[in-house]
């Protein structure tokens, strides 16, 4: 991690955004990713412990959607462990209507994808993960609308491979 000054949330230049926060200065994680994050469209694959900010990092994502896509959609998808039953349904309905996407123009206005939890893409759920994201890159393909991937998760040990599948470009030093 690069040593920065903490960036203070002034940097999102809009007051309705700064408002939403308590705290005056992002952490480390956040202050590292903020300008690829609230800046750039590109595909996004944060590994970070539990509680260190990742929600926030997803709600930059999501303030550059709002601010340079009026009109398009964020799909957020947080499987929560305690409520892994009603989370795999939910996936399974966005499968199910993403399927059908040439017919349903609020899944063509789709401009990102956020997964919180993508390491379960290697557990049982994670095939209908997988789905959703090959089934994002191949609308995204057949439209001239190109869909945002950010992918939240704790430590992954194949986060290599997780990012190239993702399209996650490796950073030039």
Not at 34 to 56: E, Q, R
Request: hydrophobic share 40%; with cysteine; proline share 5%.
């Amino acid at each position: 991690m690069l040593d920065l000054q903490p960036l203070p949330v002034t940097a999102l230049r809009c007051p309705e955004y700064e408002s939403l926060y308590k705290f005056t200065h992002f952490n480390p994680i956040q202050t590292q990713i903020f300008h690829t994050l609230y800046h750039s469209d590109t595909n996004v694959l944060l590994g970070a412990p539990t509680g260190s900010g990742k929600t926030i990092a997803a709600e930059l994502a999501m303030f550059r959607v709002f601010n340079q896509y009026p009109g398009s959609k964020v799909v957020y998808i947080a499987p929560l462990k305690a409520l892994v039953r009603e989370r795999i349904e939910d996936w399974k309905k966005w499968d199910g209507v993403s399927r059908s996407w040439q017919n349903r123009s609020y899944v063509q206005n789709v401009a990102i994808l956020i997964i919180d939890e993508i390491h379960l893409l290697g557990e049982d759920r994670g095939p209908v993960l997988e789905v959703i994201v090959s089934r994002t890159n191949f609308i995204s393909s057949h439209t001239s609308k190109s869909v945002r991937v950010v992918g939240l998760s704790t430590a992954l040990a194949n986060a290599r491979d997780l990012a190239d599948w993702l399209g996650i470009n490796r950073p030039t030093c």
